[in-house]
């Protein structure tokens, strides 16, 4: 009877572990999904001139990045190394192969989201910034990222 109880235990303490894992990742996931959102539907649309210029949801967008870019380094563990996710993309082996070179591209990010809070006062200097931060964003994702088949 106790070792029926010790494997139970053990089954459950597993598909708990794997369930913890995958909300880690999904977290990730939809963190990613939202930076493309601000990027791409909000300062990248106003560049584009398919919304109009307004500087509260630059600031929202950009406190969004910034937000990321400090949970970027945390993001990440371990642990959820070989999780799949559903979805267009999932995360390389590459983060955890190479975390010194995953590290330095968080770094950059973070410094050029953090001047970009600073420089951005109005449509022109969004048009100078912006593409920066899409850069630093695609830099990673040539590393990091994967294309799911």
């Not at 109880?5 to 990742?25: C, K, P």
């Amino acid at each position: 009877m106790i070792r029926s109880l010790v494997v139970v235990g053990a089954l459950l303490l597993g598909v708990s572990t794997v369930v913890a894992q995958q909300d880690v990742a999904k977290q990730s996931q939809a963190t990613m999904k939202e930076n493309a959102k601000n990027l791409g539907g909000v300062l990248i649309a106003m560049v584009k001139g398919e919304k109009p210029y307004d500087q509260a949801a630059v600031n929202a967008a950009l406190k969004q990045l910034d937000d990321t870019a400090k949970k970027l380094p945390s993001m990440f563990p371990e642990s959820v190394k070989n999780v799949k996710l559903e979805g267009d993309y999932s995360s390389s082996p590459k983060i955890w192969e190479d975390k010194a070179g995953f590290a330095a591209k968080i770094d950059s990010f973070a410094k050029v989201v953090s001047e970009a809070k600073t420089k951005i006062k109005d449509l022109d200097s969004l048009k100078a910034t912006a593409p920066g931060i899409g850069k630093e964003c695609s830099n990673c994702h040539e590393t990091f990222r994967l294309k799911s088949s």
